[in-house]
């Protein structure tokens, strides 16, 4: 690596930028968890926050790390980990701003700190743990001022003690409601069992993660950039996202796929785009290449995925094709019905080229109308509906302009 790769690479947020993601992703997964009259909360009261049913309150912190150690796997909460003092620090910093002394924080706040680091050998944690069973304080104090003394670092040594001089009744109120979640990795599998426990087949859990991730980014990003603050209740969950859903439960639906578009290097070097140039419908270097390609591939994307996951069987997709490919040939014959009488009373095919070109256009115009129904299912819309009339064109099972069948067999 040379110095101005490894400048660049100072320079990188990779690291921080997963960690929101973590964020986030956890944010999704506790949502799909509210239960009536539960809210949830994104970067407002804490990274997350739950205000339950009861008045309280559930605050909670993420801590993702990248870092691993000799044996491959993610480092471990050590206990005296930065992260953790800090974030235990900063809600003593709350406990401590509750007004004349009365707790009223502590009464109606828990506090959970999640983490993707793992637990081994934290003597906290280990000691938090036997803290929740007999109750003895002092014990718990002790590891708390041993740690203090054992760290060289004073900002760690600040965390720590912030924690300490809570004073023994509120240590005691803290640490009963504090708890700390480690080795929570896995984020985006653990929203894919959620959803499955809900839809119960296997099939409806990509396109309702990919929906629902989607539609909860936008609407955060929407939110937050309206000085709204991105909460979500439980009624809010189903009226905003509850359509995400929908494909398991409504008859008729099929999924639509968020899966990356590849586009081709040459786009012009298509069969489907040859043919749209020669009756100018779009123009070599057209913007509207790339659109029509990537309508094209949607579609592929999308029909592969409901081929393969038996959303529709052989029957289906034959009956479809056909029934499509019927519309556009009775579509073909009606509008070049002249040009063909003209070509068998004696008129020369290359005379009538201008006059082809504008049926061409009329009827690639008329299949770009048509919203295409798969029997037993709900219209395609129109851009699937397009995208697969591109597929077509580009197998050479339609075309456009009147000769389409010679003049692009050979390609």
Sequence with gaps: MNDIELLLTKHT???????????????????????????????????VHIDMADGTTVLLQMKHSVLQNAAGQIQNLTSLDSDLWKTLSNWSDFIKADKNNKDNFLNKHTFILVTNKNHWDNNFIDALEIFKKDFDLDKLLHILSALEEK??????????????????????????????????????????????????????????????????HVAKFTDIKDRINFEISFDDFNNRFGKCFEVAFVAGSLPQRNLPVLLPDNLEEQIFIKQLIDIGEVDSGSIYIRDYTTQMLKFLNDFTYWSEESFLLPMDIESFKQNSIQMWLNEFKVKYRNIERKIKSGEKPSDLEEDVKSMGLEIIDYVKRQNLTIQGFTPLGLESSNGHYYVLSDNLEIGWHFDWKEKYKKL
Excluded: W
């Excluded at 992703?25 to 407002?44: A, D, Q, R």
């Design 151 to 216: 760290t060289q670092d004073t900002t760690l040594k600040n965390y720590i003690k912030n924690v300490r001089t809570l004073g023994k009744k509120r240590c005691r109120f803290f640490f009963q409601k504090l708890m700390i979640e480690t080795g929570v990795d896995n984020i985006i599998q653990k929203i894919k069992n959620k959803i499955l426990e809900n839809v119960k087949q296997h099939k409806f859990v990509d396109p309702i993660f990919e929906s629902l991730y989607s539609n909860m």
């Design 13 to 47: 947020v990779a690291a921080q930028t997963i960690g929101f993601d973590y964020q986030f992703y956890y944010f999704i997964y506790l949502s799909l968890g509210l239960k009536f009259g539960e809210k949830i909360g994104f970067e407002v009261k804490e990274d």
